[in-house]
């Protein structure tokens, strides 16, 4: 069943490839992996007819075809396929905190924006919320890693968590990163406070008074509703 998914969707991807479209998705995207030329659209309606079309019978077969997808990709739409894999409907049930150390892999070989921010948004961020005792220990690690893109993921993680976010986590995260020079990470912190401020106003204009280290660029990002970021008073 692995092989039929993953050769029917690497036929489908073949079929809606758009040569003139490419060049410039992968010109944006900043990507050394080529593009099919597969719009998001189009990859939607595929995604939603093979993964119907072809199901899994268990974790192992599903986790099976996701490492297929991505590891075996020549084309970057066929990682955006794993990605969506992940996410499928029909497998709400297997994402635990069983499945934190895929997403850590697809993470650290993935190492750009467009992966990293799906899966911590979208993935890692749901786990955590129904298994923070187990989960929270593994992003605190990952907050302090080498890594950048694990350390973005531990900062962003909780964006959609809104009132169910780990607000003492949250600021370990960002605290572990602020003093970082890179765009992403410092974009990332700003990002996230300024997500958070949507529900707890209050503990982020705290925590821009508290952190007169934050950059420039995290501080604006973080106050961007909140008014002037030097009117904290």
């Known amino acids: 069943m692995t092989t039929a998914l993953v050769h029917a969707a690497r036929a489908g991807l073949r ?23 597969v719009r998001k659209p189009a990859r939607r309606l595929l995604t939603r007819r093979l993964f119907a079309e072809y199901p899994l019978p268990d974790v192992e077969t599903w986790e099976h075809a996701v490492r297929r997808l991505w590891f075996g990709a020549t084309f970057r739409e066929e990682r955006y396929l794993a990605v969506d894999l992940t996410g499928y409907r029909a497998y709400a049930r297997w994402q635990t905190q069983e499945r934190v150390p895929l997403y850590e892999e697809l993470i650290v070989s993935g190492a750009w924006w467009d992966f990293v921010d799906e899966i911590a948004i979208h993935r890692v961020g749901p786990i955590l919320i129904g298994e923070q005792q187990a989960v929270a220990p593994v992003l605190r690690s990952w907050a302090g890693d080498p890594d950048r893109w694990k350390r973005r993921a531990a900062v962003i993680c909780q964006i959609s968590a809104k009132e169910r976010t780990d607000s003492e986590l949250l600021a370990h995260c960002l605290e572990a990163t602020i003093g970082d020079t890179d765009f992403f990470l410092r974009k990332g912190i700003g990002w996230a406070l300024r997500q958070y401020a949507r529900t707890d106003p209050g503990w982020v204009r705290a925590f821009v008074h508290a952190h007169p280290d934050l950059s420039p660029l995290s501080r604006r990002e973080a106050m961007k509703h909140l008014g002037n970021g030097h009117d904290l008073g």
Do not use: T
Not at 18 to 30: E, G, L, N, T, V
């Open 15 to 37: 079929e809606l490839a758009d040569a003139s479209s490419a060049p410039d998705m992968q010109r944006y995207m900043k990507s050394e992996m080529p593009f099919r030329g």
